[in-house]
């Protein structure tokens, strides 16, 4: 598995992107999911995916975290009278913790966040942040997993969104049903099927080719 970048910069980042969310959070009083969101949409978090090294390599967490601000115009103000301490915050964590999951998984934050809210991140903080790394993917795997379960395959909603029934769409796609029911419950992986057969379901729901891929963007 290839990763935006090498792992001797990730110890780094994972402090970085703790003290951006500690400072943020306990030091702006902007709530996590907000600075989540911020994050984001400043493509900062788009940055730091690919290994740009203007943040992986050339910042500081305040930094990293004024420079969210400063894209998307949030004018910050910072409570030292809260901030500056010795501990390490519940938020903290969940940021160190966060940059690691992200280049373990290499799932972009915003689709993260998709399925895990920033706050939900610091409910973990007891017990995980006195567990390893390794728990801590393993229980954010587990919570991804059901919610994909539970949400459905892109191609079920899109189904659905159309009116149609599975051998209505077996029928006017040619795709067979069976292995269209199984493609719906994620029983076979839509991405490994042939161009042609998601080109058919394509035409017939409407859509983009990529809508009915399985795709962590």
Same mark, same amino acid.
């Given at each position: 598995?290839?990763?935006? @970048? ?8 994972? &402090? ?6 500690? $400072? ?15 994050? =984001?949409? *400043? ?23 004024? %420079? =969210? ?13 809260? $901030? ?7 938020? @903290? ?15 972009? $934050?915003?689709?993260?966040?998709? @399925?895990?809210? $920033? %706050? ?18 393993? =229980? ?7 919610? &994909? ?17 599975? &051998?209505?769409?077996?029928?006017? %796609? ?8 199984? @493609? ?9 099927? %042939?161009? *042609? ?6 035409? =017939? ?13």
């Amino acid at each position: 598995m290839t990763h935006a @970048y090498d792992k001797f910069f990730l110890p780094d980042m994972m &402090k970085k992107m703790g003290f951006a969310f500690d $400072f943020a959070v306990n030091g702006c009083k902007v709530p996590p999911d907000s600075f989540y969101g911020f994050f =984001v949409a *400043s493509k900062i978090a788009g940055a730091i995916e690919i290994g740009s090294p203007a943040f992986v390599c050339a910042c500081s967490g305040t930094e990293l975290a004024l %420079s =969210v601000f400063e894209r998307v115009g949030f004018p910050v103000q910072i409570d030292s009278s809260s $901030f500056f301490s010795f501990d390490r915050s519940p938020e @903290y964590w969940a940021g160190w913790i966060l940059a690691y999951y992200q280049w373990e998984t290499k799932l972009s $934050f915003s689709k993260i966040r998709d @399925y895990v809210p $920033f %706050s939900q991140i610091v409910g973990m903080y007891n017990p995980l942040h006195e567990a390893p790394q390794e728990k801590f993917l393993d =229980v954010m795997n587990k919570i991804i997993q059901e919610k &994909k379960l539970h949400k459905g395959t892109n191609l079920h909603r899109l189904r659905k969104d159309a009116g149609l029934t599975q &051998k209505e769409l077996s029928e006017l %796609s040619g795709v067979n049903l069976r292995t269209l029911q199984q @493609y719906e419950i994620g029983a076979k992986d839509i991405n490994r099927a %042939s161009g *042609s057969a998601i080109n058919s379901l394509a035409q =017939v729901l409407r859509c983009n080719f990529y809508d009915i891929m399985e795709l962590d963007l």
